[in-house]
C-alpha cells in the first residue's frame, strides 16, 4: 500500500492542524494505521494509532487529549486532528500502516508501510 501524508504547516502555539493520510492499493481497511514524528535530533516518536475499523483509538501521553486519529475506510484516508499545539509538537509526522491482527501498534518496527512526511512547525 502506497500513503501520502499531508496537511503540514507552520501554526502558533495553540492552535489547531489537520493532517491527512491517503492510501492507495490493498484494501485499507485490513490495516491498522499510526501516526508518528520525528523532531530534529530526535527518534522517531509514536504518536496516535487506530484499528482497522476505526472503534478503537490509542495516543502516546504527550498528545492524549489534544490530538484525535480517526479513519474514513470509504475514501481510504486517516485523519490526525491536532489541538492546542505546543512548540514541542513540531516534527515531521509521519503516517503508517501495519498488520491489523497486530491491534493497536505503538512500536514503529511493527509498520509494515510509511508515508513520506509531512512538516509540522509551532511557533512560540
Known amino acids: 500500500v502506497q500513503l501520502q501524508a499531508s496537511g503540514g504547516g507552520l501554526v502558533q502555539a495553540g492552535g489547531s492542524l489537520r493532517l491527512f493520510c491517503a492510501a492507495s492499493?490493498?484494501?485499507?481497511?485490513?490495516?491498522?494505521m499510526g501516526w508518528f514524528r520525528q523532531a530534529p535530533g530526535k527518534e522517531r516518536e509514536y504518536v496516535a494509532a487506530?484499528?482497522?475499523?476505526?472503534?478503537?483509538?490509542a495516543y502516546s501521553d504527550s498528545v492524549k487529549g489534544r490530538f484525535t486519529i480517526s479513519r474514513d475506510n470509504g475514501k481510504n484516508t486517516v485523519y490526525l486532528q491536532m489541538n492546542s499545539l505546543k512548540s514541542e509538537d513540531t516534527a515531521v509526522y509521519y503516517c503508517?500502516?501495519?498488520?491489523?491482527?497486530?491491534?493497536?501498534?505503538?512500536?514503529?518496527?511493527?509498520?509494515?508501510?510509511w508515508g513520506q512526511g509531512t512538516q509540522v512547525t509551532v511557533s512560540s
Open positions: 503508517a500502516a501495519g498488520p491489523r491482527e497486530r491491534g493497536l501498534i505503538s512500536e514503529a518496527y511493527e509498520y509494515v508501510y
Open positions: 492499493g490493498r484494501p485499507f481497511s485490513t490495516y491498522t
Open positions: 487506530i484499528s482497522w475499523s476505526g472503534s478503537s483509538t
